[in-house]
DNA sequence: GGCTATAGTTCTAAAATGGAACTGTCAAAC
DNA sequence: GTTTGACAGTTCCATTTTAGAACTATAGCC
């Protein structure tokens, strides 16, 4: 698998998956959602090597998931922000961690309780059509090929 | 970071990195929810190397998302199934296609379109709030730490 | 016996990662 | 005016992972 095409193949998963298909990846957009902005702060909190992060938040850069925006002129420091194509990554960090909480909990309870501003309430995030409202089930979709690929697929 | 304890950490989403965080077992996934099942059938579409196929699906059989069902007892012959906790991975897949599909997307349109049998419709799936039902967005969402941690964050 | 299909395992070279130290800039403290 | 400390990286080398290809094993079919 050539990697560095991933992102050019005609299916929207796998173009994802070449943008935040990695651990470090993934953990760092986490930080990122709880306000985490700034070199230091990253590394110190994820205890990622320096090195990774540097590449990482380049990665994310280069595909304008965060924006590198100077906060001090002299000297030059930087803090990273999500751009919206960033903030539109919240639902599958949410499917992750709504996952983890149902799949992967331990007898303590979750790590995090969400609250939804508009209504006021601790809530889970859930997916449902966007056409119906009704909650999605893998089993109730079907497949069909779009213009962006030949052959049918599943 | 000692990635064999990551299913441990007190996050939800680290625990769910620990399963599906790599570009490999989401590609698997994929290739699970188009009904893909034998081991030759995984290899030949992913173009993986057999040896990382056979460690992916060892380790989300160990995980409880694959079961591994013998089809053929002479010889011995399985496929691998989707639980319901691999099925459960159905919002995260297609959180990754919808964002594909609005950010990666190119001259040609969409990969694949997706229909939804209960209504009949080509949808997008689209995050809701459990309890109010309005659309997920991160800014409208507080962040408390809950019983699985001590500490307060974000 | 020879061929094919399936589901792996083994081997080695190449690539990615971890860990730690190093660089450079500037502000504030002494 | 020299030292200290914060910040944002870069460099270096040992270890771990991955890619790519070949090899093993079982059994059905001709």
């Known amino acids: 698998m050539k990697w560095d095409t991933l992102d ?5 998963l796998s173009r994802t998956v070449a943008v935040v298909g990695d651990r470090w990846t ?5 930080e990122c959602f709880l306000r985490v902005r700034r070199f230091e702060a990253f590394q110190s909190s994820l205890q990622i090597t320096r090195h990774l992060l540097s590449e990482r938040l380049k990665k994310l850069v280069r595909f304008g998931i965060l924006r590198r925006i100077p906060y001090s002129e002299a000297p030059k420091r930087y803090e ?9 990554l919240y639902p599958i960090i949410m499917a992750m961690v709504h996952w983890g909480d149902t799949h992967m909990g331990d ?7 969400h609250q939804h501003k508009t209504c006021g309430k601790l809530f889970d995030p859930v997916m ?20 962006g690929r030949e052959e049918a697929v599943g």
Do not use: F, M, N, W
């Open 8 to 12: 050019e193949e005609p299916c929207s």
């Open 80 to 88: 990273y922000i999500l751009t919206q194509k960033g903030l539109d």
């Open 107 to 113: 007898e303590r309870g979750r790590p995090l309780l």
């Open 26 to 30: 993934l953990l760092i957009l986490r």
């Open 128 to 147: 449902v059509c966007s056409e119906c409202g009704e909650v999605l089930h893998a089993k109730q979709v079907h497949v069909h090929a779009g213009p």
